[in-house]
């Protein structure tokens, strides 16, 4: 009986998916014009099984972005719109006490828009402090417990929040505990020139946009347990925790800079996420193990929103993914 090899046996399994991920990465990009690297950390995210926040200024498609991937990966989509007066029952859900026909009542328990595969969470800083947590559990644990009961979420679910960086009245910045849930940030920039017209050509015309799954939600599950799967050498490992740890502004290999501009470096769930995100570039990629380059080409989404700034960094108007940069030099060496 011939034994297989776990890295053979990835590169097969790699060789099955490897069509359904190429044909769902073009079908999000055909949608979401432009900015191909944003469209590529978002697959990430989710083939890592993660949830993503979305930084950009209004209008530059980050709804758009998120309804057209719930559509290629067949997923079902709620969107909530977040405001002051939101509340955790309008996410969560809520019991109603109903009549019978012989006059009992009873309560019954309506879900809330986050029982569903991706939830898109507008604008999510417009929200209370109180309502941002309701989405805690449902990040970390998949469940939702309410009223004593705990119900279990749907395979798969992800969180996909927004923020406006521009409007910053009736604001609630999210905590670090609740950012740190987050497995990366993307920041979505203007388009260029070539992009924009790119997408005036195919928003003002005539041409509607494909609908459909692009692959199978057994693939999708395929792919997520395929990430998880990929290995990482003990030398990659080491030097995902040397970026880490290189974050910390009391750290040896910390940078002048980042004593000076940071308060706390990265948690430790930086580190898992730089590897599964990682491991997620590696499996776009086609490659049957994740690389030094991997975890450098996710290093600032996965940690830009994990450092905290002192008051000298807040004032100075540096940029987080500038202080991630000398991290990974300092691992490097």
Known sequence: MTETHPEQDIRARLERVRDGVAALRERVAATFLGHDDVVDLL???????????????????????????????GLTFHRVQFTPDLMPGDILGMRILEEDPSGGRSFRFEPGPIFTHLLLADEINRATPRTQSALLEAMQERQVTMFGETRKLDDPFFVIATQNPIELEATYPLPEAQLDRFLCKIELAAPTEAELVAILDATTGTKAAEEGPAIPLETVRDVRSLVRELPASSDVTRFAARIVLATDPDGESASDDIRRHLRFGASPRGGQALLLLGKARALLRGHPWVSEDDVV???????????????????????????IEQAVAAART
Do not use: N, Q
């Open 43 to 73: 697959l990430y995210c989710i083939l890592a099984d993660g949830h993503a926040l979305l930084e950009g200024a209004p209008g530059l498609g980050k709804t758009t972005l998120v309804k057209s991937l719930a559509s290629a990966l």
């Open 297 to 323: 080409a996710v290093s600032a989404p996965a940690l830009r929103h994990r450092v905290v700034f002192s008051y000298e960094g807040e004032a100075s108007g540096v940029h987080p993914d500038a202080l």
